[in-house]
């Protein structure tokens, strides 16, 4: 089975700009995280999705936001972005057919360097 | 709010001995603990993972312990080799939730 892919790897933008980033995931898996990574503040959650609906939301700023689509792949999206928002951002994937806490397999990271 | 705490931040081991990374909950509701292992230039991958209802669980030459009652969980790697040198991370998380907490990580270096 194919692991979590995530697109672009790498990506340079400019502060006030935007970006978008896509995840898919592991097939039959239907939630998906998102987390970014810096040196700074190590490993932190974004958000989760499941069947199309943002299910948790971590603290961040209304700028990050994300969305999935009825095939489970997603989106995180970066308006006005700014220095600090350079990061490895981190895609997870989990099936999630039950109440039960399941394991969540992740994706290489898009690497963020904003200039 | 949820906190992990991982020590230490930095352990160098000699090739064939032991290495024990160890970690504390702050949220009593967490019932979920994985260990993932990122190497250069990777996503973090499961290593191993253990549930509230379950004291230890080994696999191979790694096993975790959890304390409930100290909140606390322990990574523990027997006869390490040179390609387990990476970062490790703990996490703990919420039944219901799929938020995973993390620790602050420990770079591990198994020197031959």
């Known amino acids: 089975k194919a692991g979590v892919t995530q697109t672009p790897r790498y990506l340079i933008k400019t502060r006030g700009q935007q970006v978008t980033l896509s995840c898919s995931p592991i097939?039959?898996?239907?939630?998906v995280s998102w987390y970014q990574q810096t040196p700074g503040q190590g490993l932190q959650f974004l958000f989760e999705?499941?069947?199309?609906?943002?299910?948790n939301k971590g603290n961040f700023p209304g700028r990050f936001s994300g969305r999935q689509f009825s095939n489970s792949r997603s989106e995180m999206n970066v308006s006005t972005l700014e220095l600090g928002d350079s990061a490895l951002y981190l895609c997870?994937?989990?099936?999630?057919?039950?109440?039960?806490?399941?394991?969540?397999?992740f994706g290489p990271g898009t690497r963020l360097l904003v200039l | 709010g949820e906190n992990v705490e991982q020590h230490p931040s930095t352990l160098s081991v000699q090739e064939g001995d032991s290495a024990v990374i160890k970690c504390t909950y702050s949220?009593?509701?967490?019932?979920?603990f994985p260990w993932y292992k990122q190497e250069l230039g990777k996503g973090p991958q499961l290593i191993i993972d253990?549930?509230?209802?379950?004291g230890e669980k080994k696999d191979q030459r790694i096993a975790v312990t959890l304390n409930k009652t100290a909140k606390h969980f322990s990574l523990h790697i027997t006869e390490t080799q040179p390609e387990d040198s990476a970062v490790y991370f703990c996490?703990?998380?919420?039944?219901?939730?799929?938020?995973?907490?993390f620790g602050t990580g420990t770079r591990l270096l198994v020197s031959p």
């Open positions: 253990i549930r509230s209802n379950v």
């Open positions: 949220d009593s509701a967490s019932n979920y």
């Open positions: 097939s039959g898996h239907r939630s």
């Open positions: 996490a703990a998380s919420i039944r219901g939730f799929q938020k995973l907490v």
């Open positions: 997870a994937s989990s099936i999630q057919s039950g109440g039960i806490q399941e394991t969540q397999y």
């Open positions: 999705y499941f069947s199309e609906t943002q299910r």
